[in-house]
Protein backbone atom coordinates (compact mmCIF):
# COMPACT_ATOMS: atom_id res chain seq x y z
CA UNK A 1 0.00 0.00 0.00
CA UNK A 2 2.81 2.56 0.41
CA UNK A 3 3.45 2.67 -2.79
CA UNK A 4 -0.17 3.33 -3.59
CA UNK A 5 -0.64 5.31 -1.16
CA UNK A 6 2.50 7.49 -0.30
CA UNK A 7 1.08 8.74 2.80
CA UNK A 8 -0.33 5.39 3.80
CA UNK A 9 0.98 5.81 7.51
CA UNK A 10 -1.14 8.64 8.12
CA UNK A 11 -4.61 7.52 6.57
CA UNK A 12 -3.61 4.29 8.32
CA UNK A 13 -3.42 5.99 11.63
CA UNK A 14 -6.44 7.61 10.89
CA UNK A 15 -8.46 4.46 9.40
CA UNK A 16 -7.30 2.71 12.72
CA UNK A 17 -8.90 5.41 14.87
CA UNK A 18 -12.13 5.33 12.85
CA UNK A 19 -12.06 1.66 12.68
CA UNK A 20 -11.88 2.12 16.62
CA UNK A 21 -14.35 5.12 17.52
CA UNK A 22 -17.72 3.33 18.06
CA UNK A 23 -19.30 6.97 16.20
CA UNK A 24 -17.50 6.26 13.23
CA UNK A 25 -17.16 2.10 12.92
CA UNK A 26 -20.61 2.36 11.54
CA UNK A 27 -19.29 3.71 8.42
CA UNK A 28 -17.94 0.63 7.59
CA UNK A 29 -18.32 -2.85 6.46
CA UNK A 30 -17.67 -5.10 9.84
CA UNK A 31 -16.08 -8.03 7.79
CA UNK A 32 -13.87 -5.29 6.23
CA UNK A 33 -12.64 -3.65 9.21
CA UNK A 34 -12.23 -6.61 11.05
CA UNK A 35 -9.63 -7.96 8.10
CA UNK A 36 -7.59 -4.63 8.43
CA UNK A 37 -7.64 -4.48 12.44
CA UNK A 38 -6.38 -7.96 12.40
CA UNK A 39 -3.89 -7.16 9.61
CA UNK A 40 -2.62 -4.62 11.62
CA UNK A 41 -2.58 -6.84 15.38
CA UNK A 42 -4.89 -4.87 16.68
CA UNK A 43 -6.79 -8.16 17.89
CA UNK A 44 -8.67 -6.73 20.94
CA UNK A 45 -10.45 -3.93 18.38
CA UNK A 46 -11.03 -7.15 16.22
CA UNK A 47 -12.88 -9.20 18.98
CA UNK A 48 -15.13 -5.83 20.06
CA UNK A 49 -16.06 -5.98 16.58
CA UNK A 50 -17.11 -9.64 16.97
CA UNK A 51 -19.11 -8.94 19.93
CA UNK A 52 -21.06 -5.91 18.11
CA UNK A 53 -22.20 -8.71 15.36
CA UNK A 54 -22.27 -12.20 17.46
CA UNK A 55 -24.28 -13.92 15.29
CA UNK A 56 -22.34 -13.09 12.24
CA UNK A 57 -20.85 -16.34 12.55
CA UNK A 58 -18.29 -16.41 9.71
CA UNK A 59 -17.03 -12.74 11.21
CA UNK A 60 -16.64 -14.66 15.02
CA UNK A 61 -14.56 -17.35 13.04
CA UNK A 62 -12.11 -15.33 11.08
CA UNK A 63 -10.88 -14.09 14.48
CA UNK A 64 -11.25 -16.74 16.38
CA UNK A 65 -8.56 -18.13 13.85
CA UNK A 66 -6.18 -15.09 14.55
CA UNK A 67 -6.57 -14.87 17.75
CA UNK A 68 -6.40 -18.23 19.26
CA UNK A 69 -3.11 -18.43 20.72
CA UNK A 70 -2.96 -14.84 21.97
CA UNK A 71 -6.76 -14.36 23.31
CA UNK A 72 -7.05 -18.15 23.97
CA UNK A 73 -9.70 -17.48 27.14
CA UNK A 74 -11.68 -15.14 24.72
CA UNK A 75 -11.75 -18.02 21.96
CA UNK A 76 -12.92 -20.77 24.29
CA UNK A 77 -15.40 -18.88 26.33
CA UNK A 78 -17.01 -17.76 22.87
CA UNK A 79 -16.26 -20.85 21.17
CA UNK A 80 -17.90 -22.81 24.27
CA UNK A 81 -20.82 -20.61 23.96
CA UNK A 82 -21.65 -20.72 20.42
CA UNK A 83 -21.72 -25.22 21.06
CA UNK A 84 -23.41 -25.57 23.96
CA UNK A 85 -26.54 -23.17 22.92
CA UNK A 86 -26.63 -25.54 19.97
CA UNK A 87 -26.12 -28.61 21.77
CA UNK A 88 -28.62 -27.74 24.58
CA UNK A 89 -31.04 -26.99 22.09
CA UNK A 90 -30.73 -30.44 21.15
CA UNK A 91 -30.44 -28.92 17.59
CA UNK A 92 -29.25 -32.07 15.57
CA UNK A 93 -28.96 -30.47 12.26
CA UNK A 94 -26.09 -27.91 13.66
CA UNK A 95 -24.00 -30.47 15.34
CA UNK A 96 -21.20 -30.45 13.29
CA UNK A 97 -20.91 -27.07 14.38
CA UNK A 98 -20.76 -27.47 17.49
CA UNK A 99 -18.01 -29.61 17.09
CA UNK A 100 -16.32 -26.82 15.03
CA UNK A 101 -16.74 -24.58 18.28
CA UNK A 102 -15.41 -27.38 20.50
CA UNK A 103 -12.02 -28.14 17.79
CA UNK A 104 -11.33 -24.04 18.26
CA UNK A 105 -11.91 -24.97 22.67
CA UNK A 106 -9.75 -28.14 22.68
CA UNK A 107 -7.25 -26.19 20.28
CA UNK A 108 -6.71 -23.12 22.59
CA UNK A 109 -6.55 -25.01 25.67
CA UNK A 110 -3.86 -27.46 24.23
CA UNK A 111 -1.87 -25.00 23.13
CA UNK A 112 -1.68 -23.37 26.82
CA UNK A 113 -0.51 -26.94 27.74
CA UNK A 114 -4.20 -27.07 29.70
CA UNK A 115 -4.74 -30.54 29.08
CA UNK A 116 -6.78 -31.75 32.15
CA UNK A 117 -9.43 -28.55 31.14
CA UNK A 118 -9.66 -29.36 28.68
CA UNK A 119 -10.36 -33.10 28.99
CA UNK A 120 -12.53 -32.41 32.20
CA UNK A 121 -14.74 -30.13 30.20
CA UNK A 122 -15.30 -32.44 27.32
CA UNK A 123 -15.95 -35.36 30.06
CA UNK A 124 -18.42 -33.20 31.46
CA UNK A 125 -20.19 -32.84 27.46
CA UNK A 126 -20.03 -35.97 27.27
CA UNK A 127 -21.88 -36.64 30.27
CA UNK A 128 -24.61 -34.41 29.57
CA UNK A 129 -25.09 -35.17 26.02
CA UNK A 130 -24.04 -38.67 26.11
CA UNK A 131 -27.64 -39.76 25.00
CA UNK A 132 -27.29 -37.52 21.49
CA UNK A 133 -25.90 -40.39 19.37
CA UNK A 134 -25.66 -38.29 16.10
CA UNK A 135 -23.74 -36.17 18.63
CA UNK A 136 -21.59 -38.35 20.41
CA UNK A 137 -20.44 -39.83 17.00
CA UNK A 138 -19.29 -36.32 15.55
CA UNK A 139 -17.38 -35.71 18.95
CA UNK A 140 -15.48 -39.01 18.67
CA UNK A 141 -12.47 -37.79 16.64
CA UNK A 142 -12.44 -34.44 19.50
CA UNK A 143 -12.28 -36.91 22.27
CA UNK A 144 -9.35 -39.30 21.40
Known sequence: LQTLVPDWPDYKQDLLKRLQNP?????????????????????????????KFPHDTA?????????????????????????ETIMDA?????YEDAVNYLS????????????EPWEDYVQGLVDTHKRKRKLMKLMEPLIE
Open 104 to 115: YVKEAYLSHDRV
Open 23 to 51: ATFYLYDPREAVGILLREACYDEAISVTE
Open 59 to 83: LVIKVMDAVIHSHSTWVIATSKDLA
Open 90 to 94: GNSNR
